[in-house]
């Protein structure tokens, strides 16, 4: 099992700047990607951003060149750098891991956790 926490949320006015941070605990090293989606009112869940247990990071379009996801040591913390937020930014933002996980037949599937989320308000 692995727990999530956020943290780092808030109010900031169009042009500013947040970071979130993504505190993992439990099974850690059974992690091999971390990622943050966000989720605006009326709108699905959407991929921000993601890095590997390798390092490689990758970014939906709207956020890259604004937008860096990071990370300490290992795994642990994971941190999402925000610059220049606009208001389409305005969402609840959760941290996601993926693990290995296998079904009762051996298959293998990506098993997801999720944090509690952390609101981001970005006003004009």
């Known amino acids: 099992q692995v727990q999530l926490v956020e943290s780092g949320g808030g109010l900031v006015q169009s042009g500013g700047s947040l970071r979130l941070a993504c505190a993992a605990s439990g099974n850690i090293f059974s992690i091999k990607a971390m990622g943050w989606y966000r989720q605006a009112p009326g709108k699905e869940r959407d991929l921000v951003a993601t890095?590997?247990?390798?390092?490689?990071?990758s970014y939906a379009d709207s956020v890259k060149d604004r937008f860096t996801i990071s990370r300490d040591n290992a795994k642990n913390p994971v941190y999402l750098q925000m610059n220049n937020l606009k208001p389409e930014d305005t969402a609840v933002y959760y941290c996601?891991?993926?693990?290995?996980?296998?079904?009762?037949?051996?298959?293998?599937?990506?098993?997801?956790?999720w944090g509690q989320g952390t609101q981001v308000t970005v006003s004009s």
């Open positions: 996601n891991a993926i693990s290995d996980a296998s079904d009762p037949l051996g298959r293998n599937y990506d098993y997801h956790y």
């Open positions: 890095i590997t247990a390798g390092g490689r990071t």
